[in-house]
């Protein structure tokens, strides 16, 4: 799976952002995805993971009722809706595939990664 994230750019407090992840594979469908991100100085941190037919959704406690993953296998797409964005928010955001199994917040269960994505929140 090759996976390609854009929709970063910079946003005032309060504001929204919509991250997509274009994916290219035969096995994309079959798979749970996740997004992830990583502030300056910190280590890569889970968001929010999808099941591979979007029926189960899990969310870090810092986005929660904020962001919503969604997928469009049809497309081969991932989208982040992220609202009332915070300054605390602002971090590269990477999208991920698993190889298999069920949505997970683990990093190592993701072995194919986009290129990341920045999202900057201004206070």
């Known amino acids: 799976v090759q996976l390609q994230a854009s929709g970063g750019g910079l946003v005032q407090a309060g504001g929204s952002l919509r991250l997509s992840c274009a994916a290219s594979?035969?096995?994309?469908?079959?798979?749970?995805l996740a997004w992830f991100r990583q502030a300056p100085g910190t280590e890569r941190e889970f968001v929010a993971t999808?099941?591979?037919?979007?029926?189960?959704?899990r969310y870090s406690d810092s986005v929660k009722g904020r962001f919503t993953i969604s997928r469009d296998n049809a497309k081969k797409m991932l989208y982040l809706q992220m609202n009332v964005l915070k300054p605390e928010d602002t971090a590269v955001y990477y999208c991920?595939?698993?190889?298999?199994?069920?949505?997970?917040?683990?990093?190592?269960?993701?072995?194919?990664w986009g290129q990341g994505t920045q999202v900057t929140v201004s206070s």
């Open positions: 991920a595939a698993a190889a298999g199994g069920i949505p997970t917040m683990r990093l190592s269960a993701y072995p194919y």
């Open positions: 594979g035969r096995t994309f469908e079959s798979v749970p």
């Open positions: 999808i099941s591979w037919n979007g029926g189960s959704t």
